[in-house]
């Protein structure tokens, strides 16, 4: 699973051949230059779903549902999905554990699939102390069991495992039938997602658990500068670009 924020990276991620594209709430930090996921709205997320769902990719497309689309009840959980839906996702992703299994039972009730999201959850950073590594005691890793198994027992198709321990993620995994998707969360998991500005060196900020696959911040400041340069010189347009 990768991210894809718009009709051009849905494109490209699709014909690497990912298994899912994720519309992620993270476009908040690495497209719209935003503090956290917090101020992402329900509009900004159905204007990018269904920017990549354009791209009709083959992928399984999976949207975020943003902070406070949910939250508030069961019956607001099942309205913002389905704007998402509309716009072209076809399963929603939302944070949290038991205390929101209501909501992802409302959600599949209505027809449409869920993944869950536990470990550390960016939109409960104030709850969670700031962005720290999740399932440290045995405490945390046994709440964290049983929010999975919430989620699963709520109808959730996977759950996402994100900054926990190795091994909490390996027993979660091993006690779900449904698949799980880890993030900075070690090997273990059925899957792996990352986020796509963090893989290709797009973004300002990289996490300790991603890795980076190529230089395109690197790209794209050599072609606009080979761009501005020509401009300046007279290079640029050439006779071919014009005639």
């Known amino acids: 699973m990768v991210t894809a924020y718009d009709?051009?990276?849905?494109?490209?991620?699709?014909?690497?051949?990912?298994?899912?594209?994720?519309?992620?709430?993270?476009?908040?930090?690495?497209?719209?230059?935003?503090?956290?996921?917090?101020?992402?709205?329900?509009?900004?997320m159905v204007r990018h779903t269904a920017a990549v769902a354009r791209a009709r990719p083959?992928?399984?497309?999976?949207?975020?549902?943003p902070f406070m689309s949910y939250e508030p009840s069961a019956s607001r959980a099942v309205e913002s999905a389905g704007l998402l839906v509309r716009a072209g996702a076809e399963a929603v992703k939302l944070e949290g554990g038991s205390e929101y299994a209501d909501r992802v039972r409302a959600i599949v009730n209505a027809g449409i699939p869920v993944v869950g999201h536990v470990g550390l959850t960016p939109q409960r950073m104030h709850r969670l102390s700031g962005y720290r590594r999740q399932g440290k005691t045995e405490s945390e890793a046994s709440r964290l069991l049983?929010?999975?198994?919430?989620l699963e027992e709520a109808g959730a198709i996977a759950v996402v495992i994100e900054y926990t321990k190795a091994d909490v993620a390996r027993m979660i995994t091993e006690r779900l039938s449904i698949p799980t998707i880890c993030i900075g969360s070690g090997p273990y998991c059925?899957?792996?997602?990352?986020?796509?500005?963090?893989?290709i060196g797009l973004s300002t900020f990289t996490p300790p658990f991603a890795k980076?696959?190529?230089?395109?911040?690197?790209?794209?400041?050599?072609?606009?500068?080979?761009?501005?340069?020509?401009?300046?010189?007279?290079?640029?347009?050439?006779?071919e670009h014009y005639k």
């Open 190 to 199: 059925d899957g792996q997602v990352l986020v796509l500005h963090d893989i």
């Open 7 to 44: 009709y051009p990276t849905a494109l490209a991620v699709d014909r690497a051949g990912v298994d899912s594209i994720l519309v992620g709430d993270s476009l908040g930090m690495v497209v719209l230059g935003l503090d956290s996921t917090l101020q992402v709205t329900m509009e900004d």
């Open 146 to 150: 049983e929010d999975a198994r919430s």
């Open 212 to 239: 980076r696959y190529a230089d395109a911040m690197g790209l794209i400041v050599d072609a606009v500068s080979r761009f501005a340069s020509e401009v300046r010189s007279g290079a640029f347009p050439g006779p």
């Open 58 to 65: 083959c992928a399984f497309l999976v949207a975020d549902m």
